[in-house]
T-cell receptor, first 111, second 113 residues
């Protein structure tokens, strides 16, 4: 059974600091997603990583994928309050739209 | 281009009742997936429809069912509601099955009392 594990699950950090969220998954996959969810809202797609070594960046967020280690990271650079949200990683192992999500990392950035 | 729409947005039902939720995918999208989100279990895959056929099903009891129409719109039905069915139900659409771009709707918040 595919497992997707994120850590940490909760993260409180100061503005201006850097931090990394880790996502491990248990079965080979070349599709790794990162989503953002604000309270009471739907999921916003941040990144889709499709190959080993893929790196994508958008503003203060950068995601990478190591398919051999079955690990993806979401790095936050110089955090700002607006990045406070819950971040999910998810994996689609069979390319069949059945996406398995991690439990999410609730990020709280203190001003 | 309009996004994924879900109706209703909020719903309150009583235990034992049944409910039908609707999802209209982005125009031209043919694949629709459903997810349940609860504080305890997180986001869980319910099922996926493509070309009016269920292609994948998650680990949910038979009380949860769905269908897809020829215009790609999808409905999911939950019968004999239980308190634990209270959740945010999200649907996502993609152009074709296996397309890596999935777009999520705003969700339907179901409360069972």
């Amino acid at each position: 059974e595919l497992k997707v594990e994120q850590n940490p699950l909760f993260l409180s950090m100061q503005e201006g600091k850097n931090y990394t969220i880790y996502c491990n998954y248990s079965t080979t996959s070349d599709r790794l997603y990162w989503y953002r969810q604000d309270p009471g809202k739907s999921l916003e797609s941040l990144f889709v990583l499709l190959s080993n070594g893929a790196v994508k960046q958008e503003g203060r967020l950068m995601a990478s994928l190591d398919t051999k280690a079955r690990l993806s990271t979401l790095h936050i650079t110089a955090a700002v309050h607006d990045l406070s949200a819950t971040y999910f990683c998810a994996v689609d192992i069979n390319r069949d739209d059945k996406i398995i999500f991690g439990k999410g990392t609730r990020l709280h950035i203190l001003p | 281009k309009a996004g994924v729409t879900q109706t209703p947005r909020y719903l309150i039902k009583t235990r034992g009742q049944q409910v039908t939720l609707s999802c209209s995918p982005i125009s031209g999208h043919r694949s629709v997936s459903w997810y349940q989100q609860t504080p305890g279990q997180g986001l869980q895959f319910l099922f996926e429809y493509f070309s009016e056929t269920q292609r994948n099903k998650g680990n949910f009891p038979g009380r949860f069912s769905g269908r897809q129409f020829s215009n790609s719109r999808s409905e999911m039905n939950v019968s004999t509601l239980e308190l634990g069915d209270s959740a945010l139900y999200l649907c996502a659409s993609s152009l074709v099955r296996g397309d890596y771009e999935q777009y999520f709707g705003p969700g339907t918040r179901l409360t069972v009392t």
